[in-house]
């Protein structure tokens, strides 16, 4: 193996080590989003949620600018992609909220983020013309039995599975599922961390839009400390640092790829949401986390092997 070839390595190593840290505050915020979810409307906690991870934006890219880390380079597609991509956040930001005023967060959780990478490989082949191999094949469908073990699928029916919360996560999935491709397109347009801030801010202009009933710039005093603690962990945290590393994780590693460590978030979710809210675990749940674990390996394994 040349310099090159072990450089490449080095850094792919490095960026998926910095991708399973950001599914496990993904994971996290499924406990905050829940905590806050009834304190304001769903619409007015998007807003602000997108807002204020656009203003976070700017030192990062400020610093990074000064050590000439990333190219303030904007481009007319960049800014064009940057439109589909923020309304597509902005939708997706108001499925998740929706989904947490009316479901559990552990379950909801691990509802989204199994069928996350599931719709995302679908896409891709759909769109991509990717074809999908053996063990990439495996790794979802495993991925599909340990997330419907953790929601424990057997004790709900049809009517139960697609009623409020349930259909929220479901939609989110699927939005998510397609934002990940096109964020990956746009992203060839710009540095990440500059389109991340465009879609940002996009997000953030249709949010506004959306909550503009609610005067979310002069209501600001009407919510709790404990709302805009976990608000700013939300924007900062979450989406500024953690969304973004997924971002940057679809343009280097693909949207299939980067797509299959959501099934991390769900583990995560799970163990915390028994944690902070009491929701009891069975051996039947843990082990679904075990074989959603395994689908993560699975899925990146064939990736490494080819190349």
């Not at 481009?75 to 909220?97: C, D, E, K």
């Not at 693909?254 to 163990?271: D, E, H, Q, T, Y």
Request: hydrophobic letters at 55%; charged letters at 10%; glycine letters at 8%.
């Amino acid at each position: 193996m040349d310099v090159a070839s072990r450089e490449n390595d080095t850094t792919e190593a490095t960026l998926v080590t910095v991708l399973i840290l950001a599914m496990l505050i993904w994971g996290t915020s499924w406990v905050s989003g829940k905590i806050i979810s009834d304190m304001a409307p769903a619409k007015v906690t998007t807003f602000y949620r997108l807002a204020i991870a656009t203003i976070s934006m700017l030192p990062i890219l400020f610093i990074m600018h000064l050590f000439k880390w990333v190219q303030l380079r904007i481009t007319p597609r960049a800014v064009m992609w940057s439109l589909p991509a923020g309304l597509l956040l902005a939708a997706y930001n108001q499925l998740f909220f929706l989904g947490l005023n009316d479901g559990l967060p552990g379950k909801g959780g691990m509802l989204v983020t199994t069928l996350n990478p599931l719709f995302t490989c679908l896409l891709t082949v759909i769109v991509f013309k990717q074809k999908l191999s053996k063990l990439q094949i495996a790794g979802l469908t495993l991925g599909l039995i340990g997330g419907l073990m953790m929601i424990e699928i057997w004790y709900f029916d049809l009517d139960q599975l697609m009623v409020s919360g349930n259909l929220y996560f479901i939609l989110a999935a699927l939005t998510w599922a397609i934002l990940t491709l096109v964020s990956q397109v746009g992203g060839r347009y710009a540095d990440f961390l500059l389109f991340s801030t465009l879609m940002y801010g996009s997000a953030s202009m249709i949010s506004y839009g959306l909550a503009f009933e609610y005067a979310p710039l002069t209501s600001i005093t009407s919510y709790p400390i404990e709302y805009w603690q976990h608000m700013l962990f939300l924007s900062t945290v979450v989406v500024s640092i953690a969304t973004s590393v997924f971002f940057l994780a679809t343009q280097k590693l693909g949207s299939s790829r980067s797509s299959s460590f959501v099934l991390i978030v769900p583990v995560s979710a799970m163990g915390l949401s028994a944690w902070y809210f009491g929701e009891s675990l069975s051996l039947i749940v843990g082990s679904g986390g075990v074989l959603a674990l395994s689908a993560v390996y699975l899925l990146n394994y064939k990736t490494q092997k080819i190349k």
